[in-house]
């Protein structure tokens, strides 16, 4: 009985997830996001909703800790949980991840027959909501982090950047990665690289609102298409997605001026399961089965790393494609993060 209970638990938290989605997209935790106690009529008044259903999911996010409730009909969002649903600025925000992650599990039905014949399922076949839901998820742990933090943490590459140099960002999605460090480094350039076309279309609107397009460029391609020379090439949480990681990785090797470096930022994981035996590696497991697994067996190769890769076993990847120095520079909960140098 207490596996059944924790069953119903989980029951609960996939529902949540929609539920979350359902907040965002409709503006209900920006519209509680003072602090204020409202009724779900004067909720759905200011978001332009119907006040039934408004009301069944304010008693949906009571129950599962996400509002609270003051006296018999009048609903509260604390501050701090709306930082983590409305803050896109704040590296506590995860309001992306819900939209990531349900995005994800609409595609059960296919994963279900990919498991039977052990075909992949690319990143681009799932549902269009991934890609903004991926970004993010991911942005405000690059905003608080990347420059502040993790290049800062590496060999030469600061100062490099402030003098200006030239930097690849692989894989790079919708571009928040790129735009962030040209935005701080303007005597640098950027090319960033995508296989998904949609993204890169994004990618470019995105850095001519951000009024770095000068010092960009975004192209549709694979990783080991990437041409050019540059001091810096970055993978942010993706080389374990792809097809053939230690393929790219010889690739970039190649692509790197003297003295230049790669970053490489991969999901937090120890080098064994035992290791990763907790909440957030449940999570990374969960949707290295639903999306980057699948991804990587779609391409060439098929090596699989998985989400939770690990330092070692990332470090064998980077060696065996000839790069001489690895190491660890910086870390948080979610992410590690990487320098290797030729």
Same mark, same amino acid.
């Given at each position: 009985?207490?596996?059944?209970?924790?069953?119903?638990?989980?029951?609960?938290?996939?529902?949540?997830?929609?539920?979350?989605?359902?907040?965002?997209?409709?503006?209900? %935790?920006?519209?509680?996001?003072?602090?204020?106690?409202?009724?779900?009529?004067?909720?759905?008044?200011?978001?332009?909703?119907?006040?039934?259903?408004?009301?069944? +999911?304010?008693?949906?996010?009571?129950?599962?800790?996400?509002?609270?409730?003051?006296?018999?009909?009048?609903?509260?969002?604390?501050?701090?949980?709306?930082?983590?649903?409305?803050?896109?600025?704040?590296?506590?925000?995860?309001?992306?991840?819900?939209?990531?992650?349900?995005?994800?599990?609409?595609?059960?039905?296919?994963?279900?027959?990919?498991?039977?014949?052990?075909?992949?399922?690319? +990143?681009?076949?799932?549902?269009?909501?991934? %890609?903004?839901?991926?970004?993010?998820?991911?942005? *405000?742990?690059?905003?608080?982090?990347?420059?502040?933090? +993790?290049?800062?943490?590496?060999?030469?590459?600061?100062?490099?950047?402030?003098?200006?140099?030239?930097?690849?960002?692989?894989?790079?999605?919708?571009?928040?990665?790129?735009?962030?460090?040209?935005?701080?480094?303007?005597?640098?350039?950027?090319?960033?690289?995508?296989?998904?076309?949609?993204?890169?279309?994004?990618?470019?609107?995105?850095?001519?609102?951000?009024?770095?397009?000068?010092?960009?460029?975004?192209?549709?391609?694979?990783?080991?298409?990437?041409?050019?020379?540059?001091?810096?090439?970055?993978?942010?949480?993706?080389?374990?997605?792809?097809?053939?990681?230690?393929?790219?990785?010889?690739?970039?090797?190649?692509?790197?001026?003297?003295?230049?470096?790669?970053?490489?930022?991969? *999901?937090?994981?120890?080098?064994?399961?035992?290791?990763?035996?907790?909440?957030?590696?449940?999570?990374?497991?969960?949707?290295?089965?639903?999306?980057?697994?699948?991804?990587?067996?779609?391409?060439?190769?098929?090596?699989?790393?998985?989400?939770?890769?690990?330092?070692?076993?990332?470090?064998?990847?980077?060696?065996?494609?000839?790069?001489?120095?690895?190491?660890?520079?910086?870390?948080?909960?979610?992410?590690?993060?990487?320098?290797?140098?030729?």
């Amino acid at each position: 009985m207490e596996f059944v209970f924790k069953a119903v638990g989980d029951f609960g938290s996939m529902l949540t997830g929609s539920m979350a989605v359902i907040g965002d997209k409709l503006g209900l %935790y920006r519209a509680m996001a003072d602090g204020k106690p409202v009724t779900p009529a004067e909720l759905a008044e200011r978001t332009g909703t119907a006040e039934r259903y408004v009301r069944e +999911w304010l008693s949906a996010q009571a129950a599962a800790g996400y509002v609270e409730l003051d006296g018999d009909d009048r609903f509260s969002l604390p501050a701090e949980k709306a930082v983590a649903l409305t803050d896109e600025n704040s590296p506590a925000c995860v309001i992306g991840g819900f939209e990531l992650l349900l995005a994800a599990v609409r595609s059960t039905d296919r994963l279900i027959d990919a498991f039977r014949t052990g075909e992949g399922v690319g +990143w681009h076949e799932h549902h269009h909501d991934l %890609y903004e839901g991926c970004e993010r998820f991911f942005r *405000p742990g690059y905003h608080a982090h990347l420059v502040a933090e +993790w290049i800062p943490a590496m060999d030469g590459v600061e100062a490099a950047l402030r003098d200006g140099c030239r930097v690849a960002d692989v894989g790079c999605g919708l571009g928040a990665s790129t735009i962030l460090m040209a935005a701080e480094y303007p005597g640098s350039t950027f090319v960033g690289i995508d296989y998904h076309g949609g993204s890169i279309e994004t990618a470019r609107q995105r850095a001519a609102e951000a009024g770095v397009a000068n010092r960009t460029r975004f192209e549709t391609g694979a990783a080991k298409e990437l041409t050019g020379v540059y001091d810096l090439i970055c993978l942010f949480d993706c080389l374990h997605d792809m097809g053939d990681p230690a393929g790219v990785l010889t690739h970039l090797r190649s692509r790197l001026a003297d003295g230049g470096s790669l970053l490489i930022v991969e *999901p937090h994981a120890g080098d064994t399961l035992r290791d990763n035996l907790n909440p957030v590696s449940a999570v990374y497991y969960g949707a290295s089965t639903l999306l980057c697994t699948p991804n990587s067996l779609s391409q060439e190769v098929g090596a699989a790393l998985g989400a939770q890769a690990g330092e070692k076993r990332l470090r064998e990847v980077a060696t065996g494609a000839g790069f001489t120095g690895f190491r660890r520079v910086a870390e948080t909960p979610f992410n590690l993060v990487f320098q290797a140098t030729r």
